[in-house]
């Protein structure tokens, strides 16, 4: 391949766009669904402060090294990473990144799309006033009727489909620039009225405690895979999400701060989501534990009890549509922009991938049901599918861009596409990219082999 194809598919107008985009990318299921309830299943603080210190010393790194690729060569991930391989001389199978980033791509599309169909159904519930008044065990039984109905599963992961591959099919920027810009602060704003009612609730403190009380004897192997696994999964790292956008990021933009920014705000709405579902779990009764349910059986809970609950419920579940959305066209943009490179329109090589990522979503709607019974290593096909895309294929993608940023890829080079003026900043990078990150990255991993 060579670099004919080079800043094809336009750059991001607005200054502020990449970091808008970064984020809607970062922000979504994983901080308002996921995080709280692994949180949950994983006894607490303890795990949050393994997750806090992965993002730090993992994640971040790792996600400027992913956008300065991107930037540098202005393609696609798979074709970036064959051209930067070839001109650093790095051993040839680091020419697999890109692939290996979409094929991870294509997975996690696969059951994103079911889950943000779920928060589709709740927009629907929530708005027709079903909610009012429920307790604990109605909210549960509502959450079960849901899972156990593959049709309604089916058609609502078909809906979230069509939606994301159509913004995908008219080119990122045109759908998407315009609305993030509204979007986003709505998204915090919303977020900021929850978190206020969350502190009236009796349980508040003790979610709190729950969250940020660092107990070490809850750390277990697994809850230290599962936490690094999040903080790629929750960063939109080690698949070339990020590559992909800061292919289309002006030349002049500092990576750094840019990328510190997007690190700062996906953290802080995790955090707040935390803070927000525990102390309605403590304040009901719930079990922290609960798993996938946790957000949709807690929060409706508090939208049935509070004053214009069916209001802010409803806007509630919209943005946890939307922020799923705007992760979901991240996500399959790597795959798409290697199509359209390889000469398709991009309205059929948004058909194509969508559309299998549909058909494999198939299997995620029914181990909620039909094929619940059926399990490998103990794990459901959803289940499989999570676990193999964050524990094992994000990390080690994660891992490679590190090696190869950190090894590979010359200090000049490097300081050329940064454009970051503070040395002291950028030789700290340095050091963390090449030997913190591998190592913490790999240890965990080898350890977590095991778990199979
Ligand atoms: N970061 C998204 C979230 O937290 O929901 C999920 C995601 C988006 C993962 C894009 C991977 C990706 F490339």
């Not at 990522?357 to 039909?370: H, I, Q, R, Y």
Request: charged fraction near 10%.
């Amino acid at each position: 391949m060579s670099d004919q194809k080079r800043g094809m598919h336009g750059i991001w107008a607005g200054r502020w766009t990449f970091i808008l985009a970064a984020t809607g990318s970062a922000v979504g299921l994983g901080n308002l669904w996921k995080f709280p309830y692994i949180t949950g299943e994983n006894g607490g603080g303890a795990f949050v402060l393994v997750y806090l210190a992965c993002i730090l010393l993992a994640g971040i790194p790792v996600m400027l090294g992913e956008a300065l690729l991107g930037r540098k060569k202005r393609m696609s991930p798979i074709h970036t990473m064959e051209s930067m391989t070839d001109e650093t001389g790095a051993p040839k199978f680091f020419r697999g990144i890109g692939w290996m980033g979409a094929l991870s791509g294509f997975f996690i599309l696969s059951f994103y799309s079911v889950i943000a169909g779920w928060a589709l159904v709740y927009v629907g519930k929530i708005a027709s006033g079903a909610f009012v008044g429920i307790n604990a065990e109605g909210s549960g039984a509502a959450f079960g009727a849901m899972l156990a109905d593959p049709v309604g599963l089916t058609i609502w992961h078909t809906v979230f489909m069509f939606l994301t591959g159509a913004v995908i099919a008219r080119g990122v920027n045109k759908g998407l620039e315009a609305s993030l810009r509204i979007l986003m602060p709505v998204l915090f704003v919303l977020m900021l009225i929850l978190f206020g009612y969350s502190l009236t609730t009796p349980g508040f403190m003790q979610g709190f405690h729950f969250l940020f009380d660092f107990d070490a004897s809850k750390l277990t192997t697994e809850s230290i895979v599962v936490a690094l696994g999040h903080s790629f999964f929750t960063l939109s790292l080690g698949m070339g999400a990020i590559m992909a956008y800061g292919a289309y990021m002006p030349a002049k933009q500092s990576l750094g701060k840019t990328i510190m920014w997007v690190g700062v705000l996906d953290t802080a709405v995790a955090l707040v989501a935390g803070m927000i579902i525990f102390a309605i779990v403590f304040s009901n009764g719930l079990e922290p534990s609960a798993g996938p349910g946790l957000m949709f059986v807690s929060l409706p809970i508090a939208f049935g009890g509070m004053p214009g609950g069916i209001f802010f419920g409803t806007v509630f579940f919209i943005l946890v549509s939307i922020a799923a959305w705007s992760s979901a066209i991240s996500i399959a943009e790597p795959a798409v922009a290697w199509a359209v490179e390889k000469g398709f329109t991009r309205l059929t090589a948004s058909l194509a991938i969508c559309g299998f990522a549909w058909f494999l979503g198939l299997g995620t709607v029914l181990s909620f049901n039909e094929w619940a019974e059926y399990k490998l290593f103990g794990k459901t096909f959803f289940d499989t599918l999570d676990f193999l895309t964050s524990n094992i294929m994000l990390p080690l993608g994660g891992l490679l861009i590190a090696v190869f940023v950190g090894w590979f890829m010359s200090s000049d080079m490097i300081k050329n596409e940064m454009k970051m003026k503070n040395d002291t900043l950028f030789n700290v990078w340095r050091f963390v990219v090449r030997f913190i990150s591998p190592v913490a990255i790999a240890l965990i991993f080898i350890n977590g082999l095991g778990l199979f």
